[in-house]
């Protein structure tokens, strides 16, 4: 006799297999692109190989474990802002709350280099 199983305990059978899928929820707070967009461009940088590949999801989790989606938004968003042309991205490089978000996630790379690479 087959048994369906209803709906009712898919979110218990979900939220476990979360729980011991990312148990530091470390990147789980990161939107899924933003971490795969992470994860392309440093398997890019560093070959696009099985190790890379592992070496860069560990990256992102580090980093998310340090930095909240909302700081690590921040910074990308003024290292994007201050690669544009024009007197106005001075803006973007050398005002204090663009140093300070970049040394925020630089920061958080180093670290994530030293434990994943």
């Given at each position: 006799?087959?048994?369906?199983a209803g709906l009712s305990t898919l979110?218990?059978?979900?939220?476990?297999?979360?729980?011991?899928?990312?148990?530091?929820?470390?990147?789980?707070?990161?939107?899924?692109?933003?971490?795969?967009?992470?994860?392309?461009?440093?398997?890019?940088?560093?070959?696009?190989?099985?190790?890379?590949l592992e070496s860069c999801s560990c990256s992102i989790d580090?980093?998310?474990?340090?930095?909240?989606?909302?700081?690590?938004?921040?910074?990308?968003?003024?290292?994007?802002?201050?690669?544009?042309?024009?007197?106005?991205?001075?803006?973007?490089?050398?005002?204090?709350?663009?140093?300070?978000?970049?040394?925020?996630?630089?920061?958080?790379?180093?670290?994530?280099?030293?434990?994943?690479?």
């Amino acid at each position: 006799m087959i048994r369906y199983a209803g709906l009712s305990t898919l979110p218990l059978l979900l939220v476990s297999a979360l729980a011991f899928a990312n148990p530091a929820g470390a990147a789980g707070d990161y939107p899924t692109a933003t971490v795969v967009d992470y994860v392309l461009g440093c398997m890019q940088t560093n070959g696009r190989t099985r190790q890379a590949l592992e070496s860069c999801s560990c990256s992102i989790d580090v980093i998310a474990s340090i930095l909240p989606f909302d700081h690590y938004e921040k910074a990308e968003t003024f290292k994007s802002m201050s690669l544009t042309m024009g007197e106005r991205s001075g803006l973007f490089r050398e005002s204090a709350p663009a140093r300070a978000a970049g040394t925020e996630l630089k920061r958080a790379q180093a670290e994530a280099d030293v434990r994943c690479f």
